[in-house]
């Protein structure tokens, strides 16, 4: 069957471009199949009839996806995700998002992936490719420039074309070599114009030259006027919008949108139901309830981060005292629309690592909800008697939220006063955190002997956590994003003057480039994180392979007695550029498996882009002729390797086709 334009009436068409409701394309009374949308991206969050929410499988957020460093995971993570999608009949998961992650404070920071557009990009893409092989399809979001939650609706996003395209429009431009079958534009406008209108964006950005070739759809709300969007090519206003008809009539008729126009978006909707059609006699399920929550298990195991450890980890035989409430229930996933509801009971971090042989745990689940005095009591009471005190602390998903920013990246003064406390009478403290963005930890860190950032790992929490405490799994995440000192430490030029606009003065100088570019120091960088394994690297070699194509490898040995994963990063620096370049940026990484003894050779591919940047005299990308540097290393912080190559490109190979 094929779903053609031509065969439909104007009002049909028109009424087309808008939902039949909250979530499901418009049927034209039974002739048009219906598309049926829902959210993720950290689960299937879906509405049922009665307006509950569906019981689905709660994965890790994305930022701790993100913090695998791993494409194979988050293409498992979107594989299972799928799987709960054609349980409960969702034709297209409302995810990934793939928002730069600008401030800590951002209240959604927990659904997106990184500082970093490349990593961004490149995890996204695999998370779409895992989603849609199980023929569910995605809606990559919010196109575009929308970083931070407050007065999302309207306030506009403004920046300089260099940021627009290198940072914030970057890893989309990857993601969408996935073909996710939709893209959703964000609220807020970007240089004046709202992204539902922005025809440059959507047009010229999205459907040119990044060759995006699906549905692109509003956010929730987002569209003003709906002939504007149209003439944008934006295809489907969402939710149902009863001025939309009218307005679009009215369009029309004053000869303000062409039936050309019109058409171009009800066919792209049409290829949608196409979509969905073809795909509904392809899909089926393959894996158990049990397999998804182990999936969400193996993925939050490599997404947990140990970002400090002296000696005590992984834990030693003998007496333990698990503290707070996030270790009997940590907040699996952050508010708003990406909350999915699990029937999964969690099990309790005490009970895990006393299942395990040599330990003897007693638990206190203050802080969190119980902070009263008689808890805490407790608390220190039990952490005096043991030779390790893990404290699970951290932030809940009132705290950050879609809708609304933090107010702060500290925990409580509760939380860091007990910590400051117990430390005083215990010597072996591990923190561990449950948050889903940058925390500052200053008050405290020096003080404890290991902290662990947990993240919102979803409802494989604590059995993940667990094993790696008793070091049946290291550790093996790296920062997504920087952990700064402070808040005060983080970018916080001139925005957000009147209300009005959110300049980024910034520019290209996001997360690891603007702390660089300040040499500022900060808590943990990005790209970092520890192992129980010891990695040595050497040999840096990198072969030429085509005019602007490298392939970088080196060694890395596995120094240790322990089977670990590793995270390299490679980094490229132009030495001598012609305009303001970041001090170095992250274009390839691997995570490998080496075991106890083993020494590997990893290899990266560069190309083009790796070297390129986006010249606005020449509206394309451009990659400069001369010298650049290529770190290889453990972390931003942590360049283990150094080597040269020089680029000697003709005129015109010099810039690419865009
Ligand atoms: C959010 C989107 C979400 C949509 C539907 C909006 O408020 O920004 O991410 O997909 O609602 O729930």
Known sequence: MKFDVKKLTLDEKLHLLTGADLWRTYGANGKIPQVFLSDGPNGLRMHAEDGSTKKATAMPTISVVANTWNPALSYLDGATIAEDCIEHGADVLLAPGVNIKRTPLNGRNFEYFSEDPFLAGTMAKAYIDGVQSKHVGTSLKHFCVNNREYDRFYQTSELDERALREIYCRPFEIAVKAQPWTVMCSYNPVNGVYASENKYLLKEILRDEFGFEGLIVSDWEAVHQSYKAVKATLDLRMPYSEKAYPELKAAYEKGLLTEEEIDYCVQNVLNLVEKKVQADQKKKETLTKEERHANAVEIAKEGIVLLKNEGVLPLKKGKVAVIGEFSESPTLGGGGSAYVQTDFKQKFLSDLIAEREGYSVQHEYCLGGREHGTALKKGYAIAYEADT?????????????????????????????????????????????????????????????????????????????????????????????????????????????????????????????????????????????????????????????????????????????????????VYVKQVFPMVVRPEKELKGFSKDLIKAGEKKTVTVKLDFRSFAYYNTAYRRWHAENGPYEIYVGASSRDLRLCGKVTLSLDDATQQSKW
Not at 397 to 409: A, H, L, N
Not at 442 to 449: G, H, M, N, P, R
Not at 518 to 525: T, W
């Open 389 to 569: 005190v893990v404290i699970s602390v951290g932030t809940c998903k009132e705290v950050e939220c879609e809708g609304y920013d933090r107010t702060t990246i500290r925990l409580t003064p509760i939380m860091e006063n007990f910590i400051l406390e117990t430390a005083k009478i215990n010597p072996n403290v591990v923190v561990c955190l449950h948050a889903g963005s940058a925390v500052d930890m200053s008050a405290w860190v020096d003080e404890v002997k290991a902290v662990v950032s947990v993240g919102y790992a979803g409802e494989g929490t604590n059995e993940a956590l667990s094993a790696i405490l008793v070091g049946e799994v290291s550790p093996s995440g790296k920062l997504t994003e920087t952990f700064p000192l402070s808040l005060d430490d983080t970018y916080t030029g001139e925005e957000t003057g009147n209300g009005l606009v959110e300049w980024y003065s910034d520019g290209i100088f996001v997360g690891y480039r603007y702390y660089d570019k300040a040499q500022a120091d900060v808590q943990f960088p990005f790209g970092h994180g520890l192992s129980y394994a010891n990695f040595v690297y050497s040999d840096l070699k990198i072969k030429q392979c085509g005019e602007s194509e490298f392939e970088v490898s080196y060694q890395i040995e596995n120094t240790s007695e322990v089977d670990a994963k590793e995270v390299s990063q």
